[in-house]
């Protein structure tokens, strides 16, 4: 059974607000005890409340003294340096979550070029949709990726062990031809061909 949505908001009733108080203090209170045995870290808590005239402290008044002497003996900058408000908090939030979004956006477009790619080699160019930007893109794209697919074939080649003697034919196989000639070909003849960006696959679903 899923547990019941917290409904974060002021409680009215002042004996539930009175028990939820005890409840999660409680609570708080475990969660920094572990937290200090765990970690093996100082840790303390002072709590102020409308429930009690003088505030509830722990471990003791000795222990929240000895640990926030020593926090008063860092610098400012060190005392500051971890410290975040709500709102600081929530802007955090926001741009981890703009970078996921942004980072997913760029894998999806990369994606899409790939296929828009190899649609376009296997002669399935009929089906793309495609607008002037969507072509340079696409072009661009392809650039890059012979860089990187020559740039691996070298790697390879310099890597591979040749005997004394033997021919240079057996060096020239490992060129990729298949895949990078039709890639050429359709650079150097792009009348031919229909070229891409993010929006420009019309998916085989909608054929």
């Not at 708080?28 to 402290?57: D, M, R």
């Not at 000795?62 to 002497?69: A, G, I, R, T």
């Not at 996921?100 to 949709?129: C, H, P, V, W, Y």
């Amino acid at each position: 059974m899923t547990r019941k949505k917290l409904n974060l908001s002021y409680i009215t009733n002042e004996s539930m607000r009175k028990a939820t108080f005890n409840k999660r203090k409680k609570g708080l209170v475990k969660k920094i005890h572990e937290l200090s045995v765990l970690c093996g870290i100082e840790a303390c808590a002072v709590i102020y409340s409308p429930f009690n005239s003088n505030p509830e402290v722990w471990p003791s008044n000795s222990e929240v003294k000895n640990v926030m002497e020593n926090f008063e003996m860092l610098t400012k900058l060190e005392q500051e340096k971890k410290m975040v408000s709500h709102e600081g908090f929530i802007r955090q939030n926001i741009s981890k979550t703009m970078e996921s979004n942004n980072k997913k956006m760029i894998d999806n477009a990369e994606r899409t070029m790939k296929e828009a790619m190899f649609q376009l080699l296997s002669g399935k160019g009929e089906k793309l949709d495609l607008t002037d930007i969507n072509r340079e893109d696409l072009c661009k794209y392809i650039d890059q990726y012979l860089k990187e697919l020559y740039h691996h074939k070298n790697k390879t080649i310099n890597q591979s062990h040749i005997e004394p003697g033997e021919s240079s034919g057996a060096t020239n196989a490992m060129t990729p031809t298949s895949v990078v000639e039709p890639i050429i070909s359709s650079i150097q003849r792009p009348n031919q061909v229909n070229i891409f960006s993010s929006n420009f696959l019309s998916s085989d679903a909608d054929q």
